[in-house]
């Protein structure tokens, strides 16, 4: 058996440039969407450690509902939570 294998053309090459980088950047986002990016807000994962934080920094609590495949709750956490006006007053 005789396996032959064509060279591609540069052409060909680099039209596959701009898709391949596309797809390793979604894919690392998407690997780091369980993490929150820098200067996002602090979540805790637990009510009742949330709850014990708010009361000694004396700050409100805030709780955050989200659902797979909601658009509005990947709007607020893609934009509203990652806003730096939304974290500077989380901060106080």
């Given at each position: 058996?005789i396996?032959?294998?064509?060279?591609?053309k540069r052409?060909?090459?680099?039209?596959?440039?701009?898709?391949?980088?596309?797809?390793?950047?979604?894919?690392?986002?998407?690997?780091?969407?369980?993490?929150?990016?820098?200067?996002d807000?602090?979540?805790?994962?637990?009510?009742e450690?949330?709850q014990?934080?708010?009361?000694?920094?004396?700050?409100?609590?805030?709780?955050?509902?989200?659902?797979?495949?909601?658009?509005?709750?990947?709007?607020?956490?893609?934009?509203?939570?990652t806003d730096?006006?939304?974290?500077?007053?989380?901060q106080?």
């Amino acid at each position: 058996m005789i396996l032959k294998f064509a060279v591609p053309k540069r052409a060909d090459i680099v039209g596959w440039i701009g898709p391949l980088v596309l797809l390793i950047l979604v894919g690392t986002l998407g690997a780091l969407r369980g993490t929150h990016p820098p200067g996002d807000l602090e979540w805790q994962n637990d009510f009742e450690s949330a709850q014990r934080l708010a009361r000694q920094t004396h700050r409100p609590l805030l709780l955050a509902f989200y659902t797979q495949g909601c658009p509005w709750c990947a709007k607020m956490e893609g934009e509203t939570f990652t806003d730096p006006a939304v974290v500077g007053l989380s901060q106080r």
